[in-house]
């Protein structure tokens, strides 16, 4: 049986093969052919595997048979070893080979393989590609070396890199992991619930979800996933994410989600028990138009925001989706909490409504595509008595890494903070628990300063002794 391949001996393998293509085309595309080689070498060593094993336990012609395999059928001449042989025009192979092995596992693998061209010599040249098929040859990914747990960590790696190489174009397809995390750990996904992503970018919300039950015994394939992405080379990212963690049964879906939401049941939208996203904030171009006529799904029932704004409309879409009694975590801009107008309208009935259970104030710079600090917002359909009626304000502003380019949130400030949500209880300068008087007098305005004082008192002056001192 062959060794077994640490976490950091993949990441760093992985890395390097970024490397290999530094200099020789535009960085922003080096996730495409990086990912699909990475998915494609995957499901060859893994198929070669239960190969072998299906011809030492019944023989080659049993080992033929299409329906004999668990996950995933390579037809004739498909396997990574024939890539490997391929010394001339090995992108044209490589789209070949692609395109055989989508409609071999389709409707499984439709729309993943078929959005990456290889067959591009002035951007790929046979001797670039034959170099980086090399490198991804010298480490094998079947099951026997490599688990699932491991090559999904080490993918969101190569996510996480990416999206720090592509500054902030990073931001529209990855959020960072902590802030991922302390989501999830105030969410608290249990098994055989339901979990949406709205706009799921490259899956990291619903993994980060499974992980969670994971981390906490239970199985995290009884988590059920749904996802829905707009753009498609995010989609891909997303598809082959979960493929990679061995989460096939995650349900991603492309499309619009104002336009076309794809998690529907009988004409009407299918409902989770907890969604959680990160939207485009202050999205412009969600279709404002459109929906002063209705909307089919009767999702903007507390009213339209302004057209300049949609984080309000995100988040009615997204409730629309929920359960009732379900869990709902958001990452939004600030703005959603203090702005006027038509927001303030919509704010005030989720208010009186007695539906967000907590607001987050996170630190500035931790995001790719904006230095805002942005911050959570929990919304909770069915309280616990002791929650009813008010809200936890936590100013979680001030605890962090200060690094060079890109602020962090360590494990002791995830952990504070999801602590401080867990007691529920006012803490002096960090958190306040405020009642809907409170909130009413503000006249909804939940900007977090108007909660929790973080000023540090000055300390008394002994008058009498300062002039004895002089």
């Not at 409707?107 to 290889?118: A, C, N, S, V, Y």
């Not at 998690?263 to 939207?279: C, M, R, S, W, Y």
């Not at 057209?307 to 629309?320: E, F, I, N, P, V």
Request: proline share 4%; net charge negative.
């Amino acid at each position: 049986m062959p060794d077994t391949i640490t976490l950091n001996q993949l990441k760093s393998h992985l890395w390097e093969s970024a490397n290999l293509l530094r200099g020789k085309i535009d960085s922003s595309d080096f996730k495409h052919y990086i990912f699909g080689l990475l998915f494609y070498k995957r499901l060859s060593d893994t198929f070669d595997e239960e190969k072998e094993k299906l011809v030492a336990k019944l023989g080659e012609q049993m080992a033929k048979q299409r329906d004999m395999y668990t996950h995933f059928y390579l037809p004739g001449n498909c396997s990574w070893g024939d890539v490997l042989a391929t010394s001339t025009n090995i992108g044209e192979k490589i789209n070949d080979v692609f395109a055989k092995i989508t409609r071999e596992n389709s409707p499984k693998l439709d729309g993943i393989f078929e959005r990456i061209d290889f067959n591009d010599k002035e951007v790929l040249p046979d001797e670039t590609l034959s170099e980086l098929i090399q490198h991804f040859n010298k480490i094998p990914l079947g099951n026997e070396t490599v688990s699932g747990d491991v090559l999904g960590q080490a993918y969101e790696y190569l996510i996480e890199q990416f999206a720090d190489d592509a500054g902030k174009k990073g931001g529209e397809f990855y959020t960072p992991a902590m802030v991922v995390e302390l989501l999830v750990m105030m969410l608290k996904p249990q098994e055989l619930e339901s979990t949406y992503d709205p706009c799921c970018g490259s899956g990291g919300m619903l993994v980060h979800a499974a992980n969670y039950l994971q981390q906490n015994g239970q199985d995290p394939v009884k988590l059920f996933m749904y996802g829905q992405e707009s753009n498609r080379n995010t989609f891909v990212i997303a598809k082959m994410n979960m493929f990679l963690h061995g989460y096939e049964n995650a349900h991603i879906e492309r499309g619009d989600t104002f336009l076309e939401p794809k998690h529907t049941e009988n004409g009407q939208l299918k409902k989770f028990d907890i969604v959680l996203a990160n939207p485009p904030w202050n999205q412009s171009n969600w279709h404002h138009e459109k929906w002063k006529s209705g909307d089919p799904f009767n999702r903007f029932s507390f009213g339209l925001p302004s057209k300049k704004s949609g984080d309000w409309a995100w988040l009615q879409l997204m409730y629309t989706s929920l359960k009732p009694g379900g869990r709902m975590g958001i990452v939004m801009d600030n703005g959603v909490l203090f702005r006027g107008s038509s927001e303030g309208k919509i704010r005030k009935q989720f208010l009186e409504k007695d539906l967000i259970e907590a607001v987050i104030g996170l630190p500035g710079n931790l995001f790719y595509n904006t230095g805002s600090p942005g911050c959570l917002v929990l919304f909770n359909d069915n309280k616990p008595d002791n929650r009813k009626g008010k809200i936890l304000v936590i100013d979680a502003s001030k605890d962090y890494l200060d690094a060079k380019n890109q602020n962090f949130l360590r494990q002791g400030d995830i952990d504070k903070t999801a602590a401080a949500f867990d007691s529920f209880e006012t803490v002096e300068r960090y958190c306040t628990v405020a009642d809907m008087e409170e909130i009413e007098e503000n006249d909804y305005n939940l900007n977090i300063t108007r909660y929790v004082d973080t000023i540090e008192p000055e300390e008394p002056v002994d008058i009498p002794k300062v002039l004895e001192s002089i």
